[in-house]
């Protein structure tokens, strides 16, 4: 994606406003003793979503481990057995059969022993020669040191891997002298080498530079640490659940994480313990030194391209030997208070999985929902050929507005009245620019997309839109999913106006948008997956039965919506049950 080429005046206030409050600690989930163990009473319905995966009740974050294993898929995920809010972390455990119906299970690891009785972090799973699953993950030990740990099944004969077990040698990699004994977790998925090796990354920090150390073994349980870390950045904080895996050149196949063919490209992804973002560059691995050098055209940072410029952290991805493609996991957090989560039982939810591929440009990734979701797409609108001028806009009558699946075409007739990229937003990043120029501004080409989870007057909505500006002799496309009037509530919420801006070549005229609206997530695409953006919103009027959907456009040029498909989206028969 091409984005302005400066580093924010916002984020290196924000960052230096972190390090001089926090001590140089990083950030961590907020902390609630008193709550950790409160068990929900009752589970609200409002705002639960119908077909994103989140367990019936209680807190969860990260997913961890996902993989495929005889014919089922399997995710663990960071979760609170007893309460709503973060604290007595397990692994919980669900499977599928096609990444849409899924079946909890027991936990698969809790702190049961001495390297990890402070705490289940996160970590991954690796398929061994032979279809041996092993899980790495991150115990806090009885010094509270974060180690890294390994877990087998039981039973591997089972599909279901219903039990694990933590062997007593571990923990198989400890922080060591030079290393932040605080600051080092989130193993990624190893990859194996032709030199007889495993390799995988940990995440960590020294001082403010943000590390991905290396680690190298021939058995998968002595490992030695790297001379030099895979790749390092300073003044980014924390690197939390790093991510490393092999793409394609061409085509959308996946590859398998120890890939090695000579056409691919590699992609390092870490979670920003200060942003509470994930980031990721493209670029080339070196195997005989072990050295990661992203592109000279991928930005290294805060500034950099992100997964998703919205509610989404903690992600991870698994290659998916069934399908040959690579799938991407993120979480959604809420954004409502800690005591509205309490009083509604529930907190947190996963993105729709993702299938996610290298750009035909080589400098991104694309992002799209996999397939399978569509299995639950039910009654369907058709719009095409719908002229909206300056301020008008058009209802998608006909579906569930509060559980749909949009997809929609704009065709712009001329960019002549696209409006000067004002000199001083150079000093804005896209999220305060769409904050400062939103929905309901007037623009020359734009703003223009959709109204979701709309009351029928419009007191409230979540609006997705696109907004061009003039910058030289190129254009500037910005993409907003703005919360700030998602909902009439004003206390407790948090309702910023996520934004990013998108690399799409305009010689068409057309914009292409899918959102996936799911009663408190409307999760978006623009321009076939090259931005998306994820918002967590709690309407108050646009609920169940009283949620509306329109097309619109505020923007002086004429925008033609060539054509819409909406859905109303059902409900998988199996949802953690």
Known sequence: MEVPKFL?????????????NNNGVEASHKIYPKFQSLAAVKVKQLHRTAFHFQPPKHWINDPNGPMYYKGIYHLFYQYNPKGAVWGNIVWAHSVSKDLINWEALEPALYPSKPFDINGCWSGSATVLPGNKPIILYTGIDYKERQVQNYAVPANPSDPYLRKWIKPNNNPVVFPGPDVNASAFRDPTTAWWSNDGHWRMLVGSRRKHRGIAYLYRSRDFMKWTKAKYPIHSLANTGMWECPDFYPVSISGK???????????????????????????????????????????KDSVDGWSGLRYDYGNFYASKTFFDSRKNRRI???????????????????????????????????????????EELETLRGKN??????????????????VTAA????????????????????PSWKNLDAEHLCGKIGSKVQGGVGPFGLLTLASKNLEEFTPVFFRI????????VLMCSDASSSTLKTEGLYKPSFAGFVNVDLS???????????????????????????SRVYPTLAVFDDAHLYAFNNGTETVTVEKLN????????????
């Open 8 to 20: 924010s005046i916002f984020m290196l206030i924000a960052y230096l406003w972190v390090i001089s």
């Open 253 to 295: 196949n996946g590859l398998d994480t120890s890939f090695a063919g000579g056409n691919e490209k590699f992609v390092l992804k870490v979670s920003l313990d200060l942003t509470r973002y994930d980031y990721y560059t493209t670029g080339t691995y070196n195997r005989d030194k072990d050295r990661y050098v992203p592109d």
């Open 328 to 370: 991407l996991w993120g979480w959604a957090n809420e954004s409502d208070s800690t005591f509205d989560d309490m009083a509604k039982g529930w907190a947190g939810v996963q993105t729709i999985p993702r299938e996610v591929w290298l750009d035909g440009s080589g400098k991104q990734l694309l992002q799209w929902p996999i």
């Open 381 to 398: 609108v058709h719009i095409s050929n719908q002229e909206l001028k300056k301020g008008h806009h058009v209802e998608v009558k006909g």
């Open 403 to 422: 559980q749909a699946d949009v997809e929609v075409t704009f065709k712009l007739p001329s960019l002549d009245k696209a409006e000067k990229f004002d």
């Open 469 to 476: 500006f003039k910058d030289g002799h190129k254009h500037l």
């Open 508 to 534: 068409d005229k057309k914009l292409s948008l899918r959102s996936l609206i799911d009663h408190s997530v409307v999760e978006s695409f623009g321009a076939g997956g090259k931005t998306c953006i994820t």
């Open 566 to 577: 909406a859905w109303s989206m059902k409900k998988p028969a199996k949802m953690n049950s």
